[in-house]
């Protein structure tokens, strides 16, 4: 604790907020000074500690306690703050962490690293230079959890057993209890920490749907937790240059998993070459206790250097060890470090959370990213695109649709190309049976068939075209009028005739004539699903993202019904950025015109380079990753949509560098109205 902020807190009457270890050491270096009438903890409000009562939040009150300070590690000083934040500012309390950082302050949105401490590469690979054993933290240095907490972890192990019927109540928050009080006197197995849970649970007696044991329990977790498991990539590759210099390369790790299991999980994140691992739970004793004591006997007159995020357990502790250290930021870190990017106040549920993490844990997965010249956040890739901005709202989307067409009893969906071309990978996913049909058709090839009378054309004549009326006429209709001997309105309908022929043919040999079906589109006004319906015979619905001017739609009679509701749409960001996704999803092959003599499908020249396909094919990877990831951890009955979270992670594709020079000359086509924008232009 820095002098400034010890003289503020003298004269104050103090609640300190935690009963770790931490709070252990708190007082036995500052209790006697300081004017500290009682301890605050998430889960007990009674009983005594450390010579200290154990008081619930509402009685600071009552002892005029003036300020609260937090002895936590930084990563749960924010899920503290949202716990007991606002009882503090109703009542006048400050509240810090116990390095001095007001945590009620409201923390400024940025976009770059100007007032982040950086540590550098270079700084690293000096001080790896200078040591003859470098000790690497496990958890948040070289891999990542793609959730926001580890905490997480236990509510997903609740869902996995609730799906099998089995309800041990509050089970994540009897998890993290028992853990913290475990903790005090040393460093637990996961399964004593289960028995001591199943015990606190009154487990045969109080479990709805039969017993399970702490193994079972223990099993689950670390099953759970491996799934969300991803390496740290850049660390990854610094560790491995240390083994390769001669380096004696050491993992010192708080966790209650045993060496077995993390010998397991380096080598699944591809993680080898270290000389020997030291995992707290083996030794019965975490690194703020005398963990870094084992290290030390196992290399007397070496030079150590620990490398960690931690800036109590890797930092201080290996400090006072007198180990020389080198602070790796954990994603979260970097999160908080820039105000949260706007996005905190959107989560609501465990699935936004998990996004979030899955988020978090790939646009920091690199901690040296603030190295950058300009210190911007950026993005290196349109592969991280897909996966970062764009797939949040469409894996929502997705399941939007599918819940829509369960509830409508709809079996049978049309993914229009070209949009439809990776929504129907996405959705197959989760919804194989099904029966779903990539549908040949675009707006053209709908009117082309579907028109039938002069009022038609009139329709059709009456959205602008940029360019002439011959112009018009070859890109809309297929018709040449220096070609045709009658009236344009004439060639356009025997025309049309032919073509609807061909599309009933197409229709008739998929099998679904007769059928009622839905067709999804992406962003329309439904002019496509207008002129498409009449080649069916069976009742056909739209399920669109968006769609445009539906007061002009509405005396056509379209069964239309959009993810975003005309109010939803005007009240959002999303009519700035949807064009982004629109860009995006599309198939790697050109637009469709008409059908041949022979019944074979036309397709207009394609007008994307081979880079353009490429940029096309990185994006979407980069969203189906995320859409795998995403129902492989959130169990299927409570995945949840979040249009505000998805709209502000989107919203971020503006903010952000884009080191893709592929994707920056992507252009937003529209070749019915025959317009080309550069995406430059639609970037904030």
């Not at 302050?105 to 550098?120: I, K, L, Q, T």
């Not at 549920?349 to 646009?363: A, E, H, N, Q, V």
């Not at 009117?447 to 004549?461: C, L, Q, T």
């Not at 397709?603 to 859409?627: H, M, P, W």
Request: with cysteine; charged share 30%.
């Amino acid at each position: 604790m820095n002098s400034d902020f010890f003289g503020l807190l003298k004269n104050r009457t103090i609640a300190l907020y935690g009963l770790g270890t931490e709070t252990q050491r708190f007082l036995s270096d500052h209790g006697d000074e300081l004017s500290i009438v009682g301890l605050l903890d998430g889960f007990r409000t009674d009983g005594t500690m450390y010579g200290y009562p154990i008081i619930p939040i509402e009685d600071t009150i009552e002892k005029n306690v003036g300020c609260i300070i937090v002895v936590a590690r930084p990563g749960s000083c924010k899920a503290i703050t949202k716990r007991i934040g606002d009882f503090c500012a109703q009542n006048d309390i400050e509240l810090f962490d116990v390095r001095g950082k007001d945590l009620l302050a409201p923390s400024d949105v940025a976009y770059d690293f100007s007032g982040v401490e950086g540590y550098r590469i270079s700084d690293l690979k000096q001080k790896i230079d200078a040591s003859d054993v470098v000790s690497f933290d496990l958890f948040d240095t070289l891999v990542a959890r793609k959730v926001c907490n580890y905490t997480d972890v236990f509510e997903l192990v609740d869902m996995r057993l609730r799906n099998k019927g089995i309800v041990i109540p509050d089970l994540a928050q009897l998890r993290i209890m028992t853990e913290k009080e475990l903790s005090r006197k040393g460093s637990p197995k996961l399964t004593d920490i289960y028995e001591a849970v199943l015990d606190k649970a009154d487990h045969d007696k109080q479990c709805p749907g039969g017993m399970v044991s702490a193994e079972e329990l223990s099993r689950i977790e670390w099953e759970t937790d491996l799934a969300v498991m991803t390496p740290r990539r850049k660390v990854c590759e610094i560790f491995r240059e240390a083994v390769e210099f001669g380096k004696d390369v050491v993992i010192t790790s708080d966790c209650y998993y045993d060496k077995e299991q993390i010998c397991f999980l380096l080598n699944k994140m591809g993680i080898n070459g270290y000389k020997k691992v030291y995992v707290s739970s083996e030794y019965d004793t975490l690194k703020t206790q005398h963990l870094f004591d084992e290290l030390k006997k196992d290399f007397p007159g070496k030079k150590l250097l620990h490398v960690g995020d931690d800036e109590i357990a890797d930092i201080d502790s290996a400090s006072e060890q007198g180990i020389d250290t080198f602070r790796i930021y954990g994603g979260m870190q970097l999160y908080d470090a820039l105000g949260g990017l706007g996005v905190d106040d959107r989560l609501r549920t465990l699935p936004d959370r998990i996004k979030l993490g899955m988020f978090i844990s790939r646009i920091f997965n690199n901690p040296f990213v603030f190295e950058d010249s300009d210190q911007r956040l950026c993005v290196n890739d349109s592969d991280d695109i897909g996966y970062l901005f764009c797939a949040p709202m469409i894996t929502d989307f997705v399941h939007w649709m599918r819940e829509k067409a369960a509830t409508d009893n709809e079996t049978h969906l049309l993914f229009c190309a070209r949009d439809g071309y990776l929504i129907k990978r996405l959705y197959e996913m989760i919804d194989p049976d099904t029966h779903s049909y990539y549908f040949l058709t675009s707006r053209t090839v709908a009117i082309r068939a579907g028109v039938k009378d002069e009022k038609d054309i009139e329709y059709v004549d009456g959205m602008k075209y940029s360019g002439t009326v011959e112009e018009a006429t070859m890109k809309r209709f297929g018709i040449d009028i220096s070609q045709i001997s009658g009236t344009r309105q004439e060639a356009i309908l025997e025309k049309a005739a032919k073509q609807r022929e061909h599309y009933r043919d197409y229709i008739n040999a998929l099998g679904i004539n007769g059928a009622d079906t839905v067709m999804f589109d992406f962003v329309a006004k439904g002019t496509t699903q207008m002129y498409l319906s009449r080649m069916f015979e069976g009742h056909m619905k739209g399920y669109y993202f968006l769609q445009l001017e539906p007061e002009f739609m509405a005396e056509k009679g379209l069964d239309i019904e959009p993810f975003y509701s005309d109010t939803e749409k005007d009240t959002s960001q999303i009519f700035d950025n949807y064009y982004i996704l629109e860009t995006i999803l599309t198939a790697p092959f050109p637009q469709m015109l008409e059908f041949n003599d022979e019944g074979a499908p036309v397709y207009a020249k394609e007008t994307r380079s081979e880079n353009d396909l490429r940029c096309f094919v990185r994006a979407q990877a980069g969203i189906i990753q995320f859409f795998e990831d995403y129902i492989s951890i959130v169990p299927e009955g409570v995945r949840s949509v979040n249009k505000p979270l998805d709209e502000a992670l989107l919203a971020l594709v503006n903010r952000v560098r884009i080191l893709d020079d592929d994707f920056l000359s992507l252009k937003v086509e529209d070749p019915f109205f025959g317009r080309m924008t550069d995406i430059r232009d639609v970037l904030g």
